[in-house]
Each structure stands twice: as structure tokens, then as C-alpha cells.
């Protein structure tokens, strides 16, 4: 099994140098790549990687661009990795690019990446690097001290370094035999589990979980230091004598005030991003650690953002980084992750009876069935139909043998014997329940991770 683990660099100035100037090689490989790409196509010829990478190491040591002010190639002073990746980069994206337009979905073509603007990183390859303890051995640089211990042993396959705020990481991808890779579950249950904006998550026993939000919390300390950072830009271009947008190719004075600055607002960014991760992670972790199966919706994200009133909140949550989470860390608990197609009617259908109450409005919290009198909250009736479309797509797909105690108690879905039972398909629990369509759902709708 293939894990990855990101720790914290501490490097010296040295190696905090090196690291700039490797990562500033790799994003001016990847764009002379790139503009040689577009020429060929432009030229009717058909570029790929591998070939892009030979014509450059051909020139790389000779050619004027790429020769300091002394004559010297560069280049020596970084280690090739670094110039060598970003030509399989470039096919890839190329490869992913042309797979999505095949495949109808949105898509567009790599683009130059510009300083600042970009992510800093670069890649080493496995037998370049070896770990020690808590230090890494780099090549051209060392031993460079970790924050914490790589969590697995295995196969090293790859690594890269990259840069957030002013943290460096050190991205390790680790084959683990499978034995030391799984991990055992605390508890056996089947949940059902519905996203939402005012409870992160809300689970079919009824448990609301809050979401820390943080952009909410810092978002007025960001526009301060959006602003702060405004005003020192607007300044440069008054020095410089610049009216209007900045033209392409400008080079504005960089004080260090404004350095400063962008440090700050990058670190408050960093902050938002760390506390939203913690959260998605501990929630996504304890889901697969204490199920066998966990019932959630295949959300429409991309719409959903589009909804300028809602957008912010729901991108505050990340649902989809839970629903990413769940996916990978299932494989390593043993955990089933059951799909529910994004037209299943979760909050509409009474858990109770099964009736289905098309009339229910987005800001209807709570409802009263009309056929059964049960009142419900939207959120968790929604978490109990999905518990119970977990259930009756796995009894009818994999024939799970038994269930424990902690399946179905306390939810409308009744109690199973003292012994533990058979996990019920949804048809038998409540008699026929027309109209709901949840025995066709649980056949064909829910998709297993």
C-alpha cells in the first residue's frame, strides 16, 4: 500500500537558499518546457516529454539563457532532479489535460507558472536521499533536521520538497507492506452521515459535530492584512509612475515592508488551512476507525460553490476533503464507503414510514410527516435514510454475516436481538414503502470505495 507522510523541515539560511533557488529552477524548466511544447504544436509537430528532456540537457550547460553572469552554467550548482521532473510533470498534465476533454468535463491546458504565484517545490528521486533518524540526507546540501520521525517503514518511492508560507515540507511516498499499512477498527457500526453547513457533520445517532470555520473566525483579521498589503502595492506603483493595471512584464520595487507583509498574510492563510485540515482529519478518522460502514451523499461541491450567498460557509467545511479522507483512510480500516446518489432524497423521506415529502423547502429545518405525525429534524432524518440505504446495499451486495448491537439503536430503523442479527435489507423493516424507492437505490445507486 502507497502512503505518504509530509513533515516539517527545519532548515539553516543555507539550506533555506538552496531550497528557493531549486524550486525556482524547476518552475523555469517547466516554463521553457512548456513554451517549447506550444512551439511544436504550433509547427504541426507532435512534443513529448521524454524528447523535450534530451534537447535540454543538450543545451542546458551551453546555451547563453542558462549561464550566469560569469559564463558558468547554473545549473551545476542544483541537483539534476530538480531540472530533470518537470518534463514528466509536463506529460502528465498534457496526458490529464486531453483525458478530460475526452471525457466531457472541464478542463484546461498547463499553463506558465509565475513566481509568487505558484506552488514551490521540486522533486527528488528515491535513491538520492536517505533518512536518519530525525534528519534527512539531501543531496548538495546534507543532513537537514525533521520535526518528527517518518511514521512507517517501507519502500521509499519518491519525495519532493515544497514550500507553504514560510514552512518547508518534505512530502515522502512510502510502500508499506500491507500488514503495517491496515489498522484495526474500535467499533462495528453502520452510519449514516449528512454534511451541512450549520452542523459540519450530523450522524444517524443523532450527534451534531460543528465545524471549527476557521475562515470565519480570521476573516477580519485577513481583509486587514488584505488591505495593508493593498496599500503597499498601490505605493510601489506610485514610485514607479504606474497608472492602471500592471503591464505584463513590469517589475515593480519590492520593499521589505511588502516582503513582510505577504509573509503575514500567507501565514494567516496557512493558519485557516492547518485548523480546517485538523478538523477534516479527526472527523474523517474517527468515522472509519469506530464503523464497518459509513453512508454519506455524492455532492454536487462545484455547484453548490456557485451560490454566492453559500459558497464562503461551505467552502469554510470542505466537503469534499472529508469525502476524499474517507475514501483512502477506509482502505486501511476496512471500512465500506457507501455513495448515495446526489438525487437521493435523504431529508425529504420519513424515517419512519418511508413517505416522501416533496414539499420540503431548503429552509424548513425541522418537519412534521404528514402520514405518521413524526417530527423531524431534517439533518439527522437525512443521516438515519442514509444509515438505512448503507445498510440494505451491503446486506444485498456482500451478504454480511452479522451486525452488532451498535447498528440500528436508537433510530428509527428499531433495535436488533441481543445476540446481534442479520443486517436487515431496508424492504423488511418497515413493510412496503411506496413511493420512497429506497430498495431500487439500494441496488443500483450506492457505490463502494
Known amino acids: 500500500m502507497l502512503l505518504a507522510h509530509r513533515i516539517r523541515l527545519e532548515p539553516s539560511l543555507e539550506q533555506r537558499d538552496y531550497f528557493m533557488r531549486a524550486a525556482g529552477t524547476a518552475r523555469r524548466v517547466w516554463n521553457w518546457a512548456l513554451a517549447e511544447w506550444q512551439r511544436q504544436v504550433a509547427l504541426g509537430q507532435r512534443p513529448n516529454g521524454m524528447a523535450l528532456k534530451k534537447r535540454f ?52 491546458q498547463p499553463r506558465f507558472k509565475k ?18 533518524g530525525m534528519a534527512v540526507v539531501l543531496p548538495k546540501l546534507g543532513p537537514v533536521l525533521l520535526r518528527e520521525r517518518p511514521r512507517w517503514p517501507g519502500k521509499i518511492i519518491g519525495a519532493s520538497v515544497s ?45 451534531k459535530i460543528v465545524a471549527p470555520r476557521p475562515l470565519k473566525t480570521a476573516l477580519r483579521r485577513l481583509r486587514i492584512r ?7 502595492l498601490e505605493a510601489a506603483k506610485q514610485a514607479s509612475g504606474i497608472t492602471g493595471p500592471i503591464l505584463k512584464g513590469t517589475r515593480l520595487p519590492v520593499s521589505k515592508n511588502r516582503t513582510k507583509g505577504a509573509l503575514s498574510l500567507a501565514c494567516l492563510h496557512e493558519r485557516i488551512a492547518q485548523v480546517r485540515a485538523d478538523f477534516t482529519h479527526k472527523l474523517t478518522t474517527r468515522l472509519c476507525r469506530e464503523n464497518q460502514a459509513v453512508a454519506i451523499e455524492d455532492m454536487n461541491v462545484r455547484g453548490m460553490l456557485a451560490n454566492r450567498k453559500l459558497a464562503r460557509a461551505i467552502a469554510d467545511v470542505g466537503f469534499y ?15 465500506r464507503i457507501v455513495l448515495a446518489d446526489r438525487w437521493y ?105
Open 57 to 108: 540537457n543538450r543545451v542546458k550547460y551551453t546555451d547563453p539563457d542558462w549561464l550566469d553572469e560569469h559564463g558558468q552554467p547554473w545549473l551545476r550548482s542544483i541537483h539534476r532532479d530538480a531540472h530533470a521532473q518537470p518534463f514528466a510533470n509536463l506529460a502528465r498534465a498534457w496526458a490529464r489535460y486531453f483525458e478530460q476533454r475526452r471525457a466531457g468535463r472541464p478542463a484546461h
Open 115 to 132: 513566481k509568487g504565484r505558484c506552488r514551490d517545490s521540486f522533486y527528488l528521486a528515491n535513491d538520492r536521499f536517505r533518512m536518519e
Open 321 to 335: 476533503a472529508i469525502r476524499r479522507q474517507l475514501q483512502y483512510k477506509s482502505a486501511r480500516y476496512g471500512t
Open 226 to 232: 488584505s488591505r495593508r498589503q493593498s496599500r503597499k
Open 345 to 449: 432524497p435523504s431529508s425529504k423521506l420519513c424515517s419512519g414510514c418511508g413517505v416522501r415529502n416533496g414539499e420540503l423547502t431548503l429552509g424548513e429545518r425541522v418537519w412534521t410527516c404528514a402520514a405518521c405525525g413524526i417530527c423531524h429534524d431534517r439533518d439527522v432524518n437525512a443521516a438515519i435514510n442514509l444509515q438505512r440505504l448503507a445498510t440494505g446495499a451491503l446486506a444485498a451486495r456482500t451478504a454480511l454475516p452479522e451486525a452488532s448491537q451498535a447498528v440500528t439503536p436508537g433510530t428509527a430503523a428499531g433495535t436488533v436481538p441481543a445476540a446481534g442479527g442479520k443486517v436487515t435489507p431496508v424492504r423488511h423493516e418497515h413493510g412496503q414503502q411506496d413511493g420512497s424507492g429506497q430498495e431500487e437505490y439500494a441496488a443500483h445507486v450506492c457505490a463502494r470505495f
Open 163 to 207: 514550500r507553504q508560507a514560510d514552512h518547508w515540507y518534505l512530502s515522502v511516498q512510502v510502500e508499506v507492506p500491507e500488514q503495517l499499512a491496515m489498522r484495526s477498527r474500535s467499533g462495528d457500526a453502520m452510519i449514516g452521515v449528512d454534511l451541512g453547513v450549520t452542523a459540519a457533520a450530523t450522524l444517524s445517532s443523532g450527534e
